[in-house]
Structures are given as C-alpha cells and as structure tokens.
C-alpha cells in the first residue's frame, strides 16, 4: 500500500473508493441551526483538533470491517446437518436403526445395534473372543461390548455361539425373553421362537441358564435346557435321556405348586442312569421341601452306579435336606466327573 492513506501521495485505489463511499457521512460545518445547539462561551469550548492522518486511517479501517461483517453474516441459503461439508449430522435420540445382514463375509458387532439376518451369517465378537453364528430371520440387538461384559439379546431365532475356552466365565452373554445364557468357555446353541421361549443345548464346555430372580440352572455338554417367560428357566437333562424322563421333566416344570412334589416323584423313578443325576441335582436347589428330598434320595441311588459314592465326603442327608449354605456346590463337585463322562 502506498503513503496515499497518511499524506495522500501517491495513488492507492482501494482507499479512493473507500472515501467516495463514506463521503455522504463526512463532517459538514454549520450543519446544525444554531438554535439547536446550545451556545457555550468561547473560554469553555475546547480547540478543535485536525483530524489528521491517523484518524481519517481509523475511519476507512472501520468501514472495510463494517463491509466485511456485512458480507460474512448476510442471509444464505439454509443447508441441513447431513450436508454441511465437515460436520457430521447427529440425528435425534432414538431407536437404532435394524441393519440387515446378508452374505459371506464376517460382520463386526457394534454397540447399541439392531440386526436382521437375511440368510445365514457370521458376527465377530469384540476382542476376538469368539464368533456367533447366526442362522437367517435371526431378530438380535447389541446390548454391551465392553472389557468386562460383552451381551446380545436375541429376541428370535438360532445362533451358533463359539468362545474360547480361554475366555472369562461370564463374559459372554446372551439376554433371551426367557432367560439369560451366560458362556462358561464353549460352544453351544441358543434358540428363539416367536413367543419367547428358549433352549440351549451345548456342544462342548458348559453354559449357565440365570433367570432375573436368580435362579441359576447349570448345562454341561451334551445337554440342554428350555425356559419360557412366564416361569424362567426349566430342568435341564442331557440329550440321550428317555422320552419317559423328558416328557416327566416337562410335565414338572409347568406343574403348578400344589402337584410338583408328586410330579418330582414320577422324574425320580424314571430316572434310571448315574448321568440322570443332573436333573435330580437341581431339585436340591427347590423351595419346596418335600422336591429337596425327592432329589436327595434320587441321587443316593443313582451315584453308585458310576461308583461314586452316595453322599459328598462329609455331607450327610440330614444336612442336605436342611439345606445349609455350600451344600448344593459340595453336590456339584461330587457329580461331576459322572457328568463329564
């Protein structure tokens, strides 16, 4: 720029033009009457400074900011959030969207999601703990994909889940309408149908049925369990069981309080192997007292015939059937090596 704005030497066009556009609003003597201004005694007006270079310098700085504010905040034509060039759109708190998975490839889980499988899949658990595997017209939303808990609900369907048995007991879950399975490192199946109810049935390790008042039911390999939302999580047996065991473990499951103790009789009689023990160890775990004893005598005589002794070393059935804190554990490790089998 040249001196044109302090002495005006030179020629500066930019400042030529500022001053023709400010012109109109210049300072003009005798512009108000003087019957409008108050007269003061010449004593007490003070001189009148030139305006000088730098004040002439302080005006024109002025107007070009005035004009540039002008221009910078002028109306435009709106533009929505999920255009702005660098702004991602954050829509409204609501509902996921169901993300509809199809083909091959593997798919990585992300919090919160919704998903719809359109035919057979493979969804990637976080952290490389495992896979799930989801049959078509699987209905399964996102709960949790944190260090400490990993969780889906499937709301329908079948899913294949596969964990390492190096992985955390209790890690993995999968929240159903009826129950929730908590993976004990294995691989198993969970099944949905339209009305909720559940089956589990595992392949290899162990899987834990946990209802929302607690109940816990216990599933090794080669055995499954089913539960229903309007009573939770039923007896579990293992797969190879009789059709006479099944249909009376089915029978006491949906038998209404009055008629269980005689229902969990019919389960005692048929069961007839050492490996039957399992459904029989659950009902060590029954409010009622008379199911309590059914299941341990059930279990006296069912024991030795995988030469396992009836009782746990140093547990008597008095002390089962008062049943004190640690007894139903102490149950478990004595039976368990039947059930490994």
């Not at 005598?297 to 030795?304: F, H, I, N, T, Y």
Request: net charge negative; aromatic share 6%.
């Amino acid at each position: 720029m040249s001196d044109y704005l302090h002495d005006k030497t030179g020629k500066d066009e930019e400042v030529e033009k500022l001053e023709h556009l400010l012109r109109p609003l210049a300072w003009k003597p005798g512009k108000f009457a003087p019957s409008e201004a108050p007269a003061q005694p010449a004593s007490a007006r003070p001189a009148r400074a030139p305006l000088g270079p730098f004040l002439i310098a302080g005006l024109l700085a002025t107007a070009a900011v005035a004009a540039g504010a002008f221009a910078f905040f002028r109306p435009t034509a709106s533009v929505s959030p999920e255009k702005s060039p660098g702004t991602p759109f954050v829509p409204p708190t609501e509902e996921p969207k169901e993300r509809v998975l199809a083909g091959s490839d593997s798919y990585r889980l992300e919090s919160g999601e919704s998903i719809r499988t359109a035919e057979r899949v493979t969804l990637v658990l976080g952290g490389r703990i495992g896979t799930l595997i989801a049959e078509k017209d699987v209905r399964l939303r996102v709960l949790a994909l944190t260090d400490s808990l990993q969780k889906v609900r499937l709301e329908e369907g079948t899913v294949h889940a596969r964990i390492g048995a190096n992985v955390h007991p209790g890690l993995f879950q999968v929240e159903t309408p009826a129950s929730t399975c908590v993976d004990l490192g294995c691989y198993y199946t969970l099944e949905v149908d339209r009305s909720g109810r559940s089956t589990v049935r595992v392949e290899s390790g162990r899987v834990a049925f946990v209802d929302a008042g607690g109940h816990e039911v216990f599933v090794p390999k080669g055995a499954h369990c089913r539960a229903v939302p309007s009573r939770g999580s039923g007896t579990p047996l293992f797969d190879d069981s009789s059709d006479d065991l099944a249909a009376a473990i089915e029978g006491f499951d949906q038998a209404p309080s009055k008629e269980r103790a005689a229902l969990a009789r019919g389960v005692a009689d048929r069961a007839t192997r050492a490996k039957d023990t399992l459904s029989l160890w659950h009902f060590l775990q029954d409010p009622d007292a008379a199911v309590v004893e059914i299941g341990c005598d059930a279990l006296a005589r069912l024991a030795p015939l995988a030469e396992v002794p009836p009782f746990p070393d140093g547990v008597t059935r008095e002390e089962t059937l008062a049943h004190p804190k640690g007894v139903f554990q102490k149950w478990k490790e004595h039976l368990w090596p039947i059930w490994e089998e």
